[in-house]
């Protein structure tokens, strides 16, 4: 099995609103992944999160929080988002970082009104 | 940091034609190459991937070469098939440093039938 599952599938949200996404792996992998890919460009890297622990913020504005509670969940918030950050919003995991395979869900189609 | 670029950006095929798509990373401790497939409206799949260790690999119709000293690596596909139709990304990553993927810029494929 290698399902990385994330809800919601679709989110709308107003600027002033507070949401969560939420990602979830059962492979026991010990590295868990935020990514954000806008329309017709490769997956960015925002957050990386290690044996539970944050190890890479890759300059990701205050207006976005991550959250690994368990090392099969993890999650992120978000508030006051702008219209920019409009994106597909993909989560992955990986045994470690590095030379390991890394798995990606369906990802969160986010959109900011 | 690392960096990846892709070439082409798109590309045509008649089915049953070859499709080859060629990436060039920057940092030389980068030591594994994932390719991922992604159809309209899904998350990244990995297709095939390749470690440095290894100069070629081959999974039924895809296969990937790498040239570390050229510092580049490349995706074949043969009989191509109107499945294949996607974007295909290629990445690098290494087991030290920053250990997550760094993305190539992706390549619209369209197989004609």
């Known amino acids: 099995d290698t399902e990385v599952t994330q809800t919601p599938k679709h989110l709308v949200m107003g600027m002033t609103n507070k949401k969560s996404l939420k990602c979830e792996q059962h492979?026991?992998?010990?590295?868990m992944y935020w990514y954000k890919q806008k329309a017709k460009k490769p997956p960015e890297l925002m957050f990386v999160y290690s044996y539970e622990k944050l190890s890479i913020n890759e300059s990701v504005p205050s207006r976005f929080s991550p959250e690994c509670p368990n090392s099969s969940l993890l999650n992120l918030h978000l508030h006051a988002l702008q219209p920019e950050d409009s994106a597909l919003y993909l989560c992955?995991?990986?045994?470690?970082?590095?030379?390991?395979?890394?798995?990606f869900g369906q990802g969160t189609r986010l959109t900011v009104v | 940091g690392e960096n990846v670029e892709q070439h082409p950006s798109t590309l045509s095929v008649q089915e049953g034609d070859s499709a080859v798509i060629k990436c060039t990373y920057s940092?030389?401790?980068?030591?594994?190459f994932p390719w991922y497939k992604q159809e309209l409206g899904k998350g990244p799949q990995l297709i095939i991937d390749i470690r440095s260790n290894v100069g070629e690999k081959k999974d039924q119709r895809i296969a990937v070469t790498l040239n570390k000293t050229a510092k580049h690596f490349s995706l074949h596909i043969t009989e191509t098939q109107p499945e294949d139709s996607a974007v295909y990304f290629c990445a690098a990553s290494m087991d030290t440093g920053r250990r997550a993927l760094t993305f190539g810029s992706g390549t619209r494929l369209q197989v004609q039938p």
């Open positions: 940092d030389s401790a980068s030591n594994y």
């Open positions: 992955a995991s990986s045994w470690t970082g590095g030379e390991a395979e890394a798995f």
């Open positions: 492979m026991g992998h010990r590295a």
